[in-house]
Protein backbone atom coordinates (compact mmCIF):
# COMPACT_ATOMS: atom_id res chain seq x y z
CA UNK A 1 0.00 0.00 0.00
CA UNK A 2 2.45 1.87 0.69
CA UNK A 3 4.44 1.73 -2.53
CA UNK A 4 0.95 2.25 -4.56
CA UNK A 5 0.33 5.50 -2.21
CA UNK A 6 4.01 7.21 -3.71
CA UNK A 7 3.51 6.14 -7.49
CA UNK A 8 0.19 7.91 -7.50
CA UNK A 9 1.88 10.48 -5.63
CA UNK A 10 4.61 11.45 -8.52
CA UNK A 11 1.85 10.63 -10.88
CA UNK A 12 -0.08 13.41 -9.28
CA UNK A 13 3.41 15.62 -8.88
CA UNK A 14 4.17 14.69 -12.96
CA UNK A 15 0.91 16.31 -13.81
CA UNK A 16 0.62 19.06 -11.81
CA UNK A 17 4.20 19.81 -13.19
CA UNK A 18 3.11 19.65 -17.14
CA UNK A 19 -0.14 21.29 -16.04
CA UNK A 20 2.04 24.33 -14.73
CA UNK A 21 4.71 23.76 -18.10
CA UNK A 22 1.39 24.39 -20.49
CA UNK A 23 0.30 27.43 -18.32
CA UNK A 24 3.49 29.00 -18.80
CA UNK A 25 3.69 28.14 -22.34
CA UNK A 26 0.19 29.52 -22.88
CA UNK A 27 1.36 32.56 -21.03
CA UNK A 28 4.15 33.03 -22.97
CA UNK A 29 2.46 32.65 -26.71
CA UNK A 30 0.12 35.16 -25.23
CA UNK A 31 2.75 37.69 -24.26
CA UNK A 32 3.32 41.23 -26.46
CA UNK A 33 6.73 41.34 -25.57
CA UNK A 34 8.58 40.33 -28.90
CA UNK A 35 11.35 39.05 -26.75
CA UNK A 36 8.77 36.76 -25.40
CA UNK A 37 7.38 36.36 -29.05
CA UNK A 38 10.54 35.08 -30.13
CA UNK A 39 11.01 32.66 -27.50
CA UNK A 40 7.62 31.30 -27.84
CA UNK A 41 7.52 31.26 -31.32
CA UNK A 42 11.00 28.63 -31.11
CA UNK A 43 9.16 26.57 -27.95
CA UNK A 44 6.44 26.13 -30.78
CA UNK A 45 9.17 24.95 -33.48
CA UNK A 46 10.69 22.61 -30.77
CA UNK A 47 7.68 21.08 -29.68
CA UNK A 48 6.32 20.02 -33.46
CA UNK A 49 9.77 18.83 -34.08
CA UNK A 50 9.64 16.88 -31.45
CA UNK A 51 6.24 15.43 -32.03
CA UNK A 52 4.96 11.98 -33.77
CA UNK A 53 5.42 11.58 -36.94
CA UNK A 54 2.43 12.18 -39.13
CA UNK A 55 0.21 13.54 -36.53
CA UNK A 56 -0.41 9.91 -34.77
CA UNK A 57 -1.42 11.81 -31.78
CA UNK A 58 -5.31 12.13 -32.54
CA UNK A 59 -6.65 15.84 -31.42
CA UNK A 60 -9.87 17.66 -32.02
CA UNK A 61 -10.76 20.94 -31.75
CA UNK A 62 -14.43 21.98 -30.69
CA UNK A 63 -15.04 25.50 -31.13
CA UNK A 64 -18.17 26.82 -29.39
CA UNK A 65 -19.93 30.13 -30.19
CA UNK A 66 -22.96 32.17 -29.16
CA UNK A 67 -24.43 35.20 -28.13
CA UNK A 68 -23.82 36.86 -24.02
CA UNK A 69 -25.84 34.64 -22.05
CA UNK A 70 -26.96 31.94 -24.09
CA UNK A 71 -25.12 29.73 -21.32
CA UNK A 72 -22.13 28.58 -23.24
CA UNK A 73 -19.77 27.96 -19.86
CA UNK A 74 -22.46 25.57 -18.24
CA UNK A 75 -22.24 23.80 -21.36
CA UNK A 76 -19.12 23.39 -21.91
CA UNK A 77 -19.19 22.01 -18.49
CA UNK A 78 -22.27 19.61 -18.35
CA UNK A 79 -20.20 18.39 -22.38
CA UNK A 80 -16.85 17.43 -20.67
CA UNK A 81 -17.88 16.32 -17.25
CA UNK A 82 -20.15 13.46 -19.87
CA UNK A 83 -17.17 12.79 -22.26
CA UNK A 84 -14.59 12.60 -19.47
CA UNK A 85 -17.29 10.19 -17.54
CA UNK A 86 -17.87 8.48 -20.24
CA UNK A 87 -16.22 4.54 -20.18
CA UNK A 88 -14.22 2.47 -22.58
CA UNK A 89 -17.21 -0.15 -22.72
CA UNK A 90 -19.47 2.58 -23.49
CA UNK A 91 -17.66 3.45 -27.20
CA UNK A 92 -16.85 1.95 -29.85
CA UNK A 93 -13.38 0.77 -30.73
CA UNK A 94 -13.38 2.61 -34.08
CA UNK A 95 -14.71 5.66 -32.31
CA UNK A 96 -12.95 8.82 -31.27
CA UNK A 97 -13.08 8.66 -27.23
CA UNK A 98 -10.79 11.58 -25.77
CA UNK A 99 -8.93 10.55 -22.57
CA UNK A 100 -7.77 14.13 -21.62
CA UNK A 101 -9.52 17.47 -22.29
CA UNK A 102 -8.44 21.09 -22.58
CA UNK A 103 -10.86 24.03 -22.76
CA UNK A 104 -9.85 27.25 -23.44
CA UNK A 105 -12.23 29.97 -22.37
CA UNK A 106 -11.66 33.53 -24.18
CA UNK A 107 -13.23 36.31 -21.86
CA UNK A 108 -13.77 40.03 -23.05
CA UNK A 109 -11.22 42.54 -22.12
CA UNK A 110 -12.24 46.10 -20.99
CA UNK A 111 -12.21 49.01 -23.40
CA UNK A 112 -11.12 51.21 -20.39
CA UNK A 113 -8.69 49.80 -18.54
CA UNK A 114 -7.75 46.85 -20.44
CA UNK A 115 -8.22 44.04 -17.87
CA UNK A 116 -10.33 41.55 -17.87
CA UNK A 117 -12.09 39.36 -15.13
CA UNK A 118 -11.66 35.91 -16.20
CA UNK A 119 -14.80 34.96 -14.92
CA UNK A 120 -15.76 31.17 -17.07
CA UNK A 121 -13.69 29.27 -14.98
CA UNK A 122 -16.08 29.43 -12.06
CA UNK A 123 -18.95 28.04 -13.97
CA UNK A 124 -16.83 25.16 -14.44
CA UNK A 125 -16.14 24.16 -10.98
CA UNK A 126 -16.69 19.91 -11.18
CA UNK A 127 -14.51 20.36 -14.55
CA UNK A 128 -12.01 22.49 -13.07
CA UNK A 129 -10.76 20.38 -10.61
CA UNK A 130 -11.34 17.14 -13.05
CA UNK A 131 -7.46 15.21 -13.07
CA UNK A 132 -8.13 14.75 -16.51
CA UNK A 133 -9.41 18.01 -17.50
CA UNK A 134 -7.55 21.74 -18.28
CA UNK A 135 -9.24 25.10 -18.13
CA UNK A 136 -7.64 27.78 -19.19
CA UNK A 137 -9.02 31.50 -19.32
CA UNK A 138 -7.26 33.81 -21.47
CA UNK A 139 -8.73 37.89 -22.50
CA UNK A 140 -9.13 38.70 -25.88
CA UNK A 141 -6.79 41.76 -25.26
CA UNK A 142 -9.21 44.00 -27.42
CA UNK A 143 -9.27 41.56 -30.30
CA UNK A 144 -12.11 41.13 -32.71
CA UNK A 145 -12.89 37.55 -33.82
CA UNK A 146 -14.45 36.28 -30.90
CA UNK A 147 -11.19 34.62 -30.29
CA UNK A 148 -7.63 36.17 -28.81
CA UNK A 149 -4.80 36.88 -30.96
CA UNK A 150 -2.90 33.78 -30.21
CA UNK A 151 -6.07 31.04 -29.78
CA UNK A 152 -4.62 29.24 -32.72
CA UNK A 153 -1.00 28.83 -30.72
CA UNK A 154 -2.80 28.36 -27.60
CA UNK A 155 -4.70 25.39 -29.13
CA UNK A 156 -1.29 23.61 -30.36
CA UNK A 157 0.64 23.62 -27.16
CA UNK A 158 -2.93 22.09 -25.61
CA UNK A 159 -2.64 19.44 -28.77
CA UNK A 160 1.20 18.80 -27.82
CA UNK A 161 0.77 18.59 -24.23
CA UNK A 162 -1.13 15.39 -24.93
CA UNK A 163 -4.79 16.97 -24.90
CA UNK A 164 -6.46 14.46 -27.19
CA UNK A 165 -9.68 16.93 -27.55
CA UNK A 166 -9.74 20.84 -27.15
CA UNK A 167 -12.61 23.10 -26.69
CA UNK A 168 -12.26 26.74 -27.39
CA UNK A 169 -14.78 29.07 -25.98
CA UNK A 170 -15.56 32.42 -27.39
CA UNK A 171 -16.52 35.50 -26.17
CA UNK A 172 -20.68 36.74 -26.88
CA UNK A 173 -20.10 37.26 -30.79
CA UNK A 174 -22.45 38.71 -32.82
CA UNK A 175 -23.56 37.81 -36.55
CA UNK A 176 -20.29 38.70 -38.27
CA UNK A 177 -17.43 36.99 -35.92
CA UNK A 178 -17.05 33.95 -37.09
CA UNK A 179 -13.01 34.00 -36.69
CA UNK A 180 -13.41 30.51 -34.93
CA UNK A 181 -14.10 28.92 -37.94
CA UNK A 182 -10.54 29.34 -38.96
CA UNK A 183 -9.52 27.83 -35.84
CA UNK A 184 -11.17 24.76 -35.12
CA UNK A 185 -12.14 21.32 -36.70
CA UNK A 186 -16.18 21.84 -35.69
CA UNK A 187 -17.73 24.80 -35.36
CA UNK A 188 -20.77 24.74 -33.02
CA UNK A 189 -22.93 27.83 -32.68
CA UNK A 190 -25.53 27.86 -29.40
CA UNK A 191 -28.26 29.74 -29.85
CA UNK A 192 -31.01 31.01 -27.19
CA UNK A 193 -34.99 30.16 -27.27
CA UNK A 194 -36.81 32.35 -29.15
CA UNK A 195 -33.26 34.02 -30.41
CA UNK A 196 -34.90 33.87 -34.29
CA UNK A 197 -36.84 33.04 -36.81
CA UNK A 198 -36.50 31.51 -40.06
CA UNK A 199 -35.40 34.56 -41.92
CA UNK A 200 -32.90 35.20 -39.19
CA UNK A 201 -31.79 31.79 -39.69
CA UNK A 202 -31.10 32.68 -43.61
CA UNK A 203 -29.22 35.60 -42.90
CA UNK A 204 -25.28 35.07 -43.79
CA UNK A 205 -22.62 35.05 -41.62
CA UNK A 206 -21.87 33.32 -38.13
CA UNK A 207 -25.00 31.14 -39.11
CA UNK A 208 -23.38 29.98 -42.56
CA UNK A 209 -20.16 28.46 -41.24
CA UNK A 210 -21.73 26.94 -38.58
CA UNK A 211 -21.15 22.72 -38.31
CA UNK A 212 -23.48 22.35 -35.48
CA UNK A 213 -26.34 24.20 -34.50
CA UNK A 214 -27.35 24.12 -30.42
CA UNK A 215 -30.39 25.38 -28.78
CA UNK A 216 -29.31 25.45 -25.06
CA UNK A 217 -31.66 25.79 -21.99
CA UNK A 218 -34.43 23.06 -23.39
CA UNK A 219 -35.80 22.96 -19.78
CA UNK A 220 -38.60 24.35 -17.65
CA UNK A 221 -40.56 27.04 -19.10
CA UNK A 222 -38.24 27.57 -22.05
CA UNK A 223 -38.47 24.06 -23.06
CA UNK A 224 -41.36 24.89 -25.89
CA UNK A 225 -40.17 27.68 -27.36
CA UNK A 226 -36.25 25.98 -27.19
CA UNK A 227 -38.28 23.33 -29.98
CA UNK A 228 -39.61 25.91 -31.66
CA UNK A 229 -36.46 27.83 -32.12
CA UNK A 230 -34.95 25.10 -33.52
CA UNK A 231 -37.75 24.38 -36.06
CA UNK A 232 -37.52 27.38 -37.37
CA UNK A 233 -33.39 27.39 -37.61
CA UNK A 234 -33.59 23.58 -38.97
CA UNK A 235 -35.93 25.03 -42.20
CA UNK A 236 -33.55 27.62 -42.65
CA UNK A 237 -30.26 25.45 -42.63
CA UNK A 238 -31.65 23.38 -46.01
CA UNK A 239 -30.52 26.40 -47.89
CA UNK A 240 -27.35 26.96 -46.64
CA UNK A 241 -24.79 24.99 -49.07
CA UNK A 242 -21.50 23.70 -47.64
CA UNK A 243 -18.30 22.93 -49.29
CA UNK A 244 -17.46 19.76 -50.84
CA UNK A 245 -15.82 16.92 -48.59
CA UNK A 246 -17.92 18.63 -45.49
CA UNK A 247 -18.90 15.75 -43.64
CA UNK A 248 -17.54 13.53 -45.62
CA UNK A 249 -20.10 13.91 -48.62
CA UNK A 250 -17.72 13.62 -51.34
CA UNK A 251 -16.17 10.76 -50.48
CA UNK A 252 -17.50 7.15 -51.29
CA UNK A 253 -17.67 5.30 -47.91
CA UNK A 254 -17.57 2.19 -47.52
CA UNK A 255 -20.68 0.59 -46.25
CA UNK A 256 -19.38 -0.60 -43.11
CA UNK A 257 -18.81 3.14 -42.04
CA UNK A 258 -22.01 4.30 -43.94
CA UNK A 259 -24.95 2.02 -42.91
CA UNK A 260 -28.18 2.89 -43.14
CA UNK A 261 -28.82 4.38 -39.62
CA UNK A 262 -26.04 6.42 -39.60
CA UNK A 263 -25.69 8.47 -42.63
CA UNK A 264 -24.08 11.99 -42.82
CA UNK A 265 -26.37 14.99 -42.88
CA UNK A 266 -26.59 17.42 -46.17
CA UNK A 267 -27.28 20.68 -43.90
CA UNK A 268 -26.23 21.46 -40.53
CA UNK A 269 -27.92 19.46 -37.97
CA UNK A 270 -30.07 21.63 -35.11
CA UNK A 271 -30.13 19.91 -31.79
CA UNK A 272 -31.83 20.46 -28.30
CA UNK A 273 -30.00 21.01 -25.21
CA UNK A 274 -30.06 21.56 -21.81
CA UNK A 275 -26.78 22.57 -19.58
CA UNK A 276 -28.74 22.44 -16.46
CA UNK A 277 -30.34 18.88 -17.10
CA UNK A 278 -28.06 17.42 -19.64
CA UNK A 279 -30.78 16.77 -21.50
CA UNK A 280 -29.29 16.10 -25.54
CA UNK A 281 -25.64 15.99 -24.59
CA UNK A 282 -25.40 11.96 -25.29
CA UNK A 283 -27.03 12.88 -29.01
CA UNK A 284 -24.84 15.73 -29.41
CA UNK A 285 -21.58 13.67 -28.69
CA UNK A 286 -22.73 11.30 -30.69
CA UNK A 287 -23.36 13.94 -33.86
CA UNK A 288 -20.12 15.57 -33.01
CA UNK A 289 -18.20 11.55 -33.24
CA UNK A 290 -19.87 11.28 -36.57
CA UNK A 291 -18.40 14.00 -37.80
CA UNK A 292 -14.40 13.39 -36.91
CA UNK A 293 -15.36 10.58 -38.14
CA UNK A 294 -16.41 11.37 -41.89
CA UNK A 295 -14.21 14.36 -42.01
CA UNK A 296 -11.05 12.72 -40.99
CA UNK A 297 -11.78 9.39 -43.39
CA UNK A 298 -12.47 11.97 -46.58
CA UNK A 299 -9.51 14.11 -45.94
CA UNK A 300 -11.87 17.29 -45.44
CA UNK A 301 -10.20 17.77 -41.64
CA UNK A 302 -6.53 17.62 -42.57
CA UNK A 303 -7.33 19.37 -45.98
CA UNK A 304 -8.99 22.02 -43.31
CA UNK A 305 -6.11 22.59 -40.80
CA UNK A 306 -3.72 23.16 -43.67
CA UNK A 307 -5.58 26.03 -44.63
CA UNK A 308 -5.60 27.26 -41.20
CA UNK A 309 -2.35 27.05 -40.87
CA UNK A 310 -2.05 29.46 -43.43
CA UNK A 311 -4.45 31.65 -42.65
CA UNK A 312 -2.59 32.16 -39.10
CA UNK A 313 0.33 32.32 -40.86
CA UNK A 314 -0.34 35.14 -43.08
CA UNK A 315 -2.41 36.95 -39.91
CA UNK A 316 0.69 36.66 -37.90
CA UNK A 317 2.81 38.30 -40.47
CA UNK A 318 0.56 41.10 -41.20
Not at 59 to 69: D, N, Q, V
Not at 115 to 140: C, E, F, Q, W
Amino acid sequence: NGDDNDENNNISSQNMRRRIALSKSITLVESMSPRKRLMADMLLEKLKQSAPEGNAMPSFRLGIAGPPGVGKSSFVEALGMYILGLKESQQEESCFHPEKLAVLCIDPSSHVTGGSILGDKTRMSNLSYHPKAYVRPSPSSGTLGGIGSYTYDAASLCELAGYQMTIIETVGVGQSEIELAECCDLFLLMLAPGGGDELQGSKKGIVEVADVLVVNKADGETQTMARKTANEYQKAMGLLRKPAGWWGGSKQHTDQDMNSTDKAPTSPPVLLVSAKTGYGIPELWKTIIQYQHYTKSSGYLSEKRRLQNRYWMWKYLR
